[in-house]
């Protein structure tokens, strides 16, 4: 399950920076970046950036997701993009496919992980 978990939450990383920002960017991608007030260029940049640290961030999710460190920015990130999309584009939250429906199961996911290694790490203090 563990393995299960830390591959789910990977890859959702990866395919999320690669296929709506990178390869193309998808229409509610511009939006939600655009909201922010910037200029065409810079939300562009914005969004290929995103997508970039997202590629990246889910490759170390899958190499280092025994670390708490990685565990807790996981969470993080996924809460804060959902705060984002909520304040920015609170329309989407009722679209089919959404932050709620998306990133609510992959906290719960990643808390799954952190609790797993809490029970790893008193194990080991034994």
Known sequence: MVQLARYVIGFTWIYHGIFPKLLQIAPLEQAMTGSLGFS?????YLVKTAGVAEVIFGLVFICCYRLKLVQLLN???????????????????????????????LIVLGYYLLKQQGHRDSKDNI
């Open 75 to 105: 969470i993080i990130g996924l809460v804060g993009l959902l705060i984002f999309a909520a304040i920015m584009t609170p329309f989407i939250l009722l679209e089919a496919f959404n932050p709620i429906t998306t990133n609510v199961p």
């Open 40 to 44: 065409d260029d810079i939300t562009y």
